[in-house]
T-cell receptor
């Protein structure tokens, strides 16, 4: 199992550009999430999905779009990048069957918006 | 929403020393996890421990759910233990993690 994979590892954008951060998992997990981590802070939830076709907002959703067309993939879209979106982005997945909610994280994407 | 407080915020140890990190949370939880973020930014799962005690080598963790706290013990610390330790919880009404602000651990050779 590759676990949770993210691409790209690094990205530099100019203000106003758009891009998609990719996330995939091969563990057949129902739940997938996107978090952002700003310097010196813990992670904050952007969007999450409890299954294909179902998404919902987290703590900091503004400026981001998601969709979940398959169980394996959960891309995060920045429609018009802003410097405030400079951060490290983590994708996570979990399978809360039988009441176990343990989440597994990808390696992260470091995004800089100039 | 739920509050997650970690202490101490910073900790500097000499190699070989022991340490205890604490996580307090303000509501009942379905999930509590401890992570180690290494200097390269990777998040490593240490423990999934909504209640009880677990051990993995030099690390162990205890969660007392009724008193809303968890402790992470690191024994015989090594320089490779350096990094940030995060506690994260899923409260009973939610589905995703809320993170504490972390404990920055530095182990000196």
């Amino acid at each position: 199992n590759a676990g949770v994979t993210q691409t790209p590892k690094f990205q530099v954008l100019k203000t106003g550009q758009s891009m998609t951060l990719q996330c995939a998992q091969d563990m057949n997990h129902e739940y997938m999430s996107w978090y952002r981590q700003d310097p010196g802070m813990g992670l904050r939830l952007i969007h999450y999905s409890v299954g294909a076709g179902i998404t919902d907002q987290g703590e900091v959703p503004n400026g981001y779009n998601v969709s979940r067309s398959t169980t394996e993939d959960f891309p995060l879209r920045l429609l018009s990048a802003a410097p405030s979106q400079t951060s490290v982005y983590f994708c996570a997945s979990s399978s809360p069957g039988q009441g176990v909610y343990e989440q597994f994280f990808g390696p992260g994407t470091r995004l800089t918006v100039l | 929403g739920i509050q997650v407080e970690q202490s101490p915020p910073d900790l500097i140890l000499q190699e070989g020393a022991n340490s205890t990190l604490r996580c307090n949370f303000s509501d009942s939880v379905n999930n509590l996890q401890w992570f180690h973020q290494n200097p390269w930014g990777q998040l490593i799962n240490l423990f999934y421990i909504p209640s009880g005690t677990k051990q993995n080598g030099r690390l162990s963790a205890t969660t007392v759910a009724t008193e809303r706290y968890s402790l992470l013990y690191i024994s015989s610390s090594q320089t490779t233990d350096s990094g940030v330790y995060f506690c994260a919880v899923i409260p009973g009404s939610a589905r995703q993690l809320t993170f504490g602000s972390g404990t920055q651990l530095t182990v000196l050779p």
